[in-house]
Every structure is written in C-alpha cells, then in structure tokens.
C-alpha cells in the first residue's frame, strides 16, 4: 500500500500538527521558494524550513495543486511552526508536521522512496501472479472463467460483452453501470478502441478486443491495475480469435453436409419432415448451412423464404422451391398459388360439389402432399376417415384425385376460396 504522511509521522517520529494526514504520499520534494507550485505535479510532500512567507496564500496555493502535506523544518530559521501556518493549513486541511531538527530532510526522501519501491514491487509481484492464474483460468475453463478471476483479482467487476453489446460472462454483474452509450461508440469505430472514466465512485476501462470488434472487456474498480487488466483482454482476444476458427470450422462442415443432402445422400440429425428456408442471419440452434450466398436452414419455422414441406430425400426440391419463392417476393412456395392468373368464379365452379368439411379435409390432405397419417394427425381423425372423405370428393367431383393435374387444380382452387 501507498505510504502516507501518517505513516511517515510515525516511523520517524514526526508531530502531527493539522490537517489530514491519511492521503498517499507520490513524492517528496523540499524547496524555499514562495511559489513552488509550478514545478509540482500533485501527490508531493513539500518539505521547507520557512525561509519564504508561509501563510494562508501559501497554502492555498498548495493546496490548489494537489500537494498532499507539507513537513515544517525547525531549529534552523524558526525553533517552532508558525501559527499562522498551523491555522491556515488546519482551515485547509492540508497535512503539517514538524520535522525537527534531528531528522534531515534526506532521510524523508528515503523513506518515501523505499516504500514507493516496495510497492512497485509487490505490484510486480501480484501481476505476475494474476498473469499466470489468468492464463491457467484460460487454459482450462475458457473466457469466462477468465472473467471471472480478473474480477476478483482487482477486487471490482469485469463483463465480457460481445460485439451486439450483450454480456456474455460477468463477475459482480449487480454493479455494473449502464455502458451501452460508450459500447456503441467503441464498437463503431470499425477498430481498436479504448476508454477509460469514472462511474459508480471507481474507475472503469473498456477495452475492444481483436481488429474485428468480436468483443468488448470491460471493468470496474476502486483502484485500475493496468497490467493484470491487460493480460486478461490478450487471453480474451485469443480465445475469440480461437473461437472464430471453430465457428468457420462448422460452417464449413454444414456446408459440407448441405451438399450431400442436395445430391441424395442421408445426413443424422435432421426432423422428419421440414420445410427449407432461406433467411438473412443464421439460427442460435437446429440445423443451417450457407450454401451458394444463401443462409439454409431446415425447420419447420425459421422466417425468411420457404418451401413445401419435404423430408431429408426432398432436400434439393425444397431449395429450389424456397428460390423460386423468393424470386416471386412470396413467403411460402404455397403461396406462389395465390400470383397465378385465374378467371373469375373459378374457385366456386370448381368446389361447387364439396361441402365445408370436405373442402377442410382436402387442403390438409393436399398440403401434405396426400399423405394419410399427416391428414388425419392433423384433423383429428383416423386416417380412413381421410380416405373416405377424399374417395367421397371425388365421387362428387366426377373426377380422379390421383390424377396430379386435378390435385393441382383443387389446391389452386382452395388457396384462392381461403383468400
């Protein structure tokens, strides 16, 4: 810990006579001169025999630039501390002690560079540790375990957002300020960006990480300890540069797998039955491939253009299908029925026959493809209700229904009846 003019007035036997004593002590510094404030940089113990005027105007210039205490040489010029300044530096709150005349102004100097050097040490010493314990962390439980340590090594909190400004992994997630203004600006700048302020009465730093903004660290903390800060923004940028090379590993794979479903070949995994679709931003799960400049996925739902319903042998027809829908600015290849020119009363000529619950049954029955079990899964009924239903229609339609052209002709029919 930084050492302060209490500590100093202890070890070395120093009067405390006003002020607050309790504030770090960066450097010390002695001087005679009426105004030394232009050579100091704030943190500084000024030492000084009195040989200028030291009144209040003399403080207050101190004070105003950030020195932290003054030591009052005596048994030279002055056998005691002026009053005046006593008052004027208790009044300010700047910290005074006597420094008698058996303690030399060196041996202040000394002391205060020990314990700077001692400190400067141990924060070596406690980097290196943080360094090796990250990277341990990082070795064998990844990103957020990384986060997770970091976060208690500099006694704060740490999130580990990801490029869309989502927390992905978090320590003390409760006290992190809202940072979504200044993740937006960092992750805009295309780029490596930085920044560093002050929220919630402590420092936070932001950090992007990798050229290509994958992520965004960003921590919190009464006091910032750069080193081990940095080390853990390192570890997290390769383990987001690792993770791009998995992620273009299993692209390349559902590729790879999209292509063998186009030629015939069975792939594991897939539902029994699907539509194919074609959507702008690939799916959190189930299966998708990019295929030819198109975002692939199989599901039932999943946006975007789709295809009749298929199975894993249909694969290629669906894609063409989900193509020609989205040429034809449709949602669904069904719905491609509805672009089709058609005189007007067709839709009444041709179901004319058909009560409303036969007309239900045969779009069902259609949709699937005149599929049995799918028809009456989804009607409710068994599946010879369906066969009777559908033998009934075409009993009143005086027609096959085996023939494709009239089931082509119904679906044309019905689609248009329901719009």
Same mark, same amino acid.
């Given at each position: 810990?930084?050492?302060? *003019?209490?500590?100093?007035?202890?070890?070395?036997?120093?009067?405390?006579?006003?002020?607050?004593?309790?504030?770090?002590?960066?450097?010390?510094?002695?001087?005679?001169?009426?105004?030394?404030?232009?050579?100091? %940089?704030?943190? $500084?113990?000024?030492? +000084?025999?009195?040989?200028?005027?030291?009144?209040?105007?003399?403080?207050?210039? *101190?004070?105003?630039?950030?020195?932290?205490?003054?030591?009052?040489?005596?048994?030279?010029?002055?056998?005691? #501390?002026?009053?005046?300044?006593?008052?004027?530096?208790?009044?300010?709150?700047?910290? *005074?002690?006597?420094?008698?005349?058996?303690?030399? &102004?060196?041996?202040?100097?000394? !002391?205060?560079?020990?314990?700077?050097?001692?400190?400067?040490?141990?924060?070596?010493?406690?980097?290196?540790?943080? /360094?090796?314990?990250?990277?341990?962390?990082?070795?064998?439980?990844?990103?957020?375990?990384?986060?997770?340590?970091?976060?208690?090594?500099?006694? @704060?909190?740490?999130?580990? &957002?990801?490029?869309?400004? #989502?927390?992905?992994?978090?320590?003390?997630?409760?006290?992190?300020?809202?940072?979504?203004? %200044?993740?937006?600006?960092?992750?805009?700048?295309?780029?490596?960006?930085?920044?560093?302020?002050?929220?919630?009465?402590?420092?936070?730093?932001? /950090?992007?990480?990798?050229?290509?903004?994958?992520? #965004?660290?960003?921590?919190?903390?009464?006091?910032?300890?750069?080193?081990?800060?940095?080390?853990?923004?390192?570890?997290?940028?390769? !383990?987001?540069?690792? +993770?791009?090379?998995?992620? !273009?590993?299993?692209? %390349?794979?559902?590729?790879?797998?999209?292509?063998?479903?186009?030629?015939?070949?069975?792939?594991?995994?897939?539902?029994?039955?699907?539509?194919?679709?074609?959507?702008?931003?690939?799916?959190?799960?189930?299966?998708?491939?990019?295929?030819?400049?198109?975002?692939?996925?199989?599901?039932?739902?999943?946006?975007?253009?789709?295809?009749?319903? =298929?199975?894993?042998?249909? =694969?290629?027809?669906?894609?063409?299908?989900?193509? /020609?829908?989205?040429?034809?600015?449709?949602?669904?290849? $069904?719905?491609?029925?509805?672009?089709?020119?058609?005189?007007?009363?067709?839709?009444?000529?041709?179901?004319?026959?058909?009560?409303? $619950?036969?007309?239900?049954?045969?779009?069902?029955?259609? !949709?699937?493809?005149?599929?049995?079990?799918?028809?009456?899964?989804?009607?409710?009924?068994?599946?010879?209700?369906?066969?009777?239903?559908?033998?009934?229609?075409?009993?009143?339609? @005086?027609?096959?229904?085996?023939?494709?052209? =009239?089931?082509? $002709?119904?679906?044309?029919?019905?689609?248009?009846?329901?719009?």
């Amino acid at each position: 810990m930084p050492i302060t *003019l209490h500590d100093l007035s202890r070890s070395l036997g120093l009067p405390v006579l006003a002020g607050d004593v309790s504030r770090p002590v960066g450097w010390v510094h002695g001087t005679e001169l009426a105004d030394p404030t232009p050579f100091l %940089e704030g943190g $500084e113990l000024l030492l +000084t025999t009195g040989l200028a005027d030291v009144g209040g105007e003399y403080v207050a210039r *101190l004070v105003r630039a950030g020195v932290v205490g003054l030591g009052f040489g005596t048994g030279l010029g002055h056998d005691l #501390v002026p009053s005046a300044l006593v008052r004027a530096a208790d009044e300010a709150g700047l910290g *005074l002690v006597e420094v008698p005349r058996g303690v030399p &102004f060196i041996a202040i100097s000394k !002391a205060v560079s020990k314990a700077l050097a001692a400190d400067e040490y141990a924060a070596v010493v406690r980097t290196g540790e943080a /360094q090796r314990a990250l990277t341990r962390a990082a070795v064998r439980a990844g990103a957020g375990a990384v986060v997770r340590g970091l976060g208690q090594w500099i006694d @704060g909190w740490a999130v580990l &957002f990801d490029a869309a400004g #989502v927390a992905v992994h978090a320590h003390n997630a409760r006290l992190v300020p809202d940072l979504s203004a %200044e993740l937006a600006r960092l992750t805009g700048t295309g780029g490596l960006a930085s920044a560093a302020f002050e929220a919630g009465g402590g420092q936070v730093f932001l /950090q992007v990480l990798g050229s290509r903004a994958r992520g #965004v660290l960003a921590v919190g903390a009464a006091r910032f300890e750069p080193g081990i800060v940095n080390t853990a923004a390192s570890l997290l940028t390769l !383990a987001l540069a690792r +993770t791009d090379a998995v992620d !273009a590993a299993h692209r %390349e794979l559902r590729s790879g797998q999209f292509r063998l479903l186009l030629n015939g070949f069975p792939v594991d995994g897939l539902p029994a039955r699907f539509r194919v679709h074609l959507v702008a931003e690939p799916p959190s799960d189930g299966f998708w491939a990019e295929h030819d400049g198109d975002v692939v996925v199989l599901a039932e739902e999943a946006g975007g253009f789709s295809s009749s319903e =298929v199975d894993a042998s249909g =694969v290629a027809r669906g894609y063409r299908e989900a193509r /020609q829908a989205r040429r034809a600015g449709v949602r669904r290849f $069904e719905d491609l029925a509805g672009n089709v020119p058609l005189p007007d009363g067709f839709a009444e000529a041709v179901l004319r026959p058909l009560d409303a $619950e036969t007309r239900a049954t045969l779009r069902i029955w259609l !949709a699937h493809h005149g599929a049995w079990d799918p028809a009456a899964a989804e009607l409710g009924v068994h599946r010879h209700t369906v066969r009777n239903r559908v033998r009934k229609a075409g009993q009143a339609l @005086g027609r096959s229904l085996d023939s494709p052209g =009239v089931r082509a $002709e119904l679906w044309l029919a019905l689609h248009r009846e329901g719009q």
